[in-house]
């Protein structure tokens, strides 16, 4: 059985930076996309980017584009979510989720594609 760990989240201050971690357990971690997903309070979850399996190709939303970047090392199953520049509206519980497909250059930016998700971790950005 899959299962997916964030860590990182914490508070920081507006123009901060944090990076969260996304480790996973019972999958071939290699062969799958991993993407990250926001929820912030009162909203629905949103979609923030997403890393192939390959690591070679990586898509993001315009909201953090230029100031998000994901990245893998498969060795240590695990991926990661730098965070830069980071603003108030960042603030949310942010999840990562292992896509259903397995694939070598394929991203996805629909939460119908990814199979399994991690508790969260929260991210709170002071003003």
């Known amino acids: 059985q899959v299962q997916l760990v964030e860590s990182g989240g914490g508070l920081v201050q507006a123009g901060g930076s944090l990076r969260l971690s996304c480790a996973v357990f019972g999958s071939a971690f290699g062969s799958y996309a991993i993407g990250w997903f926001r929820q912030a309070p009162g909203k629905e979850r949103e979609y923030v980017g997403c890393?192939?399996?390959?690591?070679?190709?990586?898509d993001y939303s315009n909201a953090v584009q230029g100031r998000f970047t994901i990245s893998r090392d498969n060795a240590k199953n695990t991926a990661y979510l730098q965070m830069d520049n980071l603003r108030p509206d960042d603030t949310a519980v942010y999840y990562c989720a292992k896509s259903k497909l397995a694939g070598y250059n394929q991203v996805y930016n629909a939460e119908y594609s990814y199979g399994a998700w991690g508790q969260g971790t929260l991210v709170t950005v002071s003003s």
């Open positions: 890393i192939s399996a390959s690591g070679y190709s990586t």
